[in-house]
């Protein structure tokens, strides 16, 4: 089955840190770029970071520089979200997608 299942979301505190995942299945994983997506009700999906398929390049949104970083192992046809010094504005429903593939999303909530 062709899938992207996402976790690892939650609540945090600001200034905490969460590390999501985003597990994949049924395609050749290695072979293509992921993003990470969020979004927020009332507004439209936000890119928020996204990786080539060997992982040799990255690229983020301006709100997240210096405090997400992607990465990935295509050993285990997984990638990751580290997101640190989080912020209130960093809730959001969180998506992996490549192509019109696209997971369930995983909630990530900021609030003290």
């Known amino acids: 089955q062709v899938q992207l299942v996402e976790s690892g979301g939650g609540l945090v505190q600001p200034g905490g840190s969460l590390r999501l995942s985003c597990a994949a299945s049924?395609?050749?994983?290695?072979?293509?770029?992921i993003n990470w997506r969020r979004q927020t009700p009332g507004k439209e999906r936000e890119l928020v970071a996204t990786?080539?398929?060997?992982?040799?390049?990255?690229n983020y949104a301006d709100s997240v520089k210096g405090r997400f970083t992607i990465s990935r192992d295509n050993a285990k046809n997984t990638v990751y979200l580290q997101m640190n010094s989080l912020k209130p504005e960093d809730t959001a429903v969180y998506y992996c997608?490549?192509?019109?593939?696209w997971g369930q999303g995983t909630q990530v909530t900021v609030s003290s």
């Open positions: 997608n490549t192509g019109s593939l």
């Open positions: 049924g395609f050749t994983f290695s072979s293509y770029r």
């Open positions: 990786i080539t398929s060997t992982g040799g390049s990255t």
